[in-house]
């Protein structure tokens, strides 16, 4: 098989064309495992593979946590796959990406840089307070698309100096929260200077802190734009990874777009021979 590998501010994925390895989708849960699987093969926070499209697009993203689960959406991922689209002729300038939340739009700016339109919020509730250890945590709640991806907001303090393992520990016991049916990615931010935040997102399906979270970017921006501390305009968001800005366009109480434009590397382009992929067929 061939493969891409890139990232995002740091958020690292594999791509497979199934255009032209035409894989059965039962196989995509143990290839994500396996490849993702660092130090032991590619490694990597998800597999993106690109199919035919069923809905209009100019093609379909199927998305995988390194867990072997599905994963609703990606937002850096779907900046790499709209360049990969572009740069594989599946697509000109604009890129029009099916993903299992629906229907997700991607622009080029320039040679690495792309921006991408996520799904609009379908669920947004600013206040969704939840309870760890007898501690109560300011909390909001999101789910991006249909089905919703979904994503916990919640303010954390100089979070530049947490202490990681109990930032991980709040982060785990968060994302399996009972108020969250379908667990949910946890977003800690803190604020930092006019329409600048700092971000940690500990990810569901890879159960552990990534170094950017696109999707969780632009839930964050979403909810401290409704909740009047950001602009919406240009929101810069640091992460571990890297920088990434986010637009809100609003209308009344609701998020009627969300934009998210960010870096793209393409690190790597190969072929796969990973011997435990036969080896466990």
């Known amino acids: ?57 100019d093609f379909k993203m199927r998305f995988f946590n390194s867990d072997g689960s599905v994963g609703e959406m990606c937002g850096n991922g779907a900046r790499c796959i709209c360049r990969y689209g572009y740069e594989n002729g599946l697509s000109g300038e604009t890129q029009t990406v099916e993903t299992t939340a629906g229907i997700v739009t991607g622009r080029r700016i320039d040679r690495r840089r792309y921006r991408v339109r996520l799904n609009d919020p379908t669920v947004l509730e600013l206040d969704h307070p939840v309870e760890v250890d007898g501690v109560r945590y300011p909390c909001s709640y999101v789910e991006l698309g249909d089905p919703g991806l979904p994503h916990a907001v919640i303010p954390y303090q100089d979070l530049r100096r947490a202490d990681e393992d109990e930032l991980r520990r709040l982060g785990r016991a968060i994302r399996s929260h009972p108020s969250f049916p379908k667990g949910a990615n946890v977003n800690f931010y803190e604020l930092t200077g006019e329409d600048t935040v700092f971000e940690r997102t500990f ?53 009627t777009g969300l934009y998210l434009t960010g870096p793209t590397n393409l690190v790597c382009k190969g072929e796969i021979t990973d011997e435990e992929l036969l080896a466990a067929e």
């Open 1 to 57: 098989m061939q493969f891409w590998k890139m990232n995002g501010a740091g958020n690292d994925f594999i791509i497979l064309n199934n255009l032209q390895e035409h894989l059965q989708p039962e196989e995509l849960p143990r290839l994500a495992r396996t490849l993702c699987e660092r130090r032991l093969s590619i490694g990597a926070d998800g597999l993106m593979v690109v199919d035919a499209p069923t809905a209009g697009g």
């Open 203 to 255: 990810e569901r399906g890879v159960e552990d802190f990534t170094y950017a979270c696109g999707t969780g970017t632009g839930s964050v921006a979403a909810v401290l734009t409704m909740q009047g501390k950001v602009s919406g305009q240009n929101v810069q968001a640091d992460m571990t990874g890297g920088r990434l800005s986010v637009d809100v366009e609003r209308s009344g109480s609701h998020v």
